[in-house]
């Protein structure tokens, strides 16, 4: 009988030290998950913001006036300009 409350003992003491590490676990990969949460949640805010700079810097005003100031570009006289028409979409040979 003294064995097998001895047994018993050692069975219920490792189940509690178990569930305890297990526990411990789990709370700390819910702390990652929250820090990792918090990350991806900073990252998007910055994809946001880089997006809206992207489109900012790609206006057409903005690079008519970087052609013209930077590049000295400007547009052709109308007699100089082309119009191609469109391929076909069946993919043959004009």
Do not use: F
């Not at 052609?67 to 400007?74: C, E, N």
């Amino acid at each position: 009988m003294v064995r097998l409350n001895l047994l018993l003992l050692a069975a219920l003491s490792m189940c509690a030290l178990a569930l305890v590490t297990s526990q411990h676990q789990a709370r700390k990969l819910y702390v990652d998950l929250q820090k990792e949460q918090e990350i991806a949640k900073q990252l998007q805010v910055e994809w946001d913001q880089l997006q809206l700079e992207q489109s900012t810097w790609a206006t057409h005003a903005r690079v008519e006036k970087i052609a013209v100031q930077a590049l000295k570009m400007r547009v052709p006289p109308a007699s100089r300009v082309q119009v191609v028409p469109p391929v076909a979409a069946t993919g043959g040979t004009p």
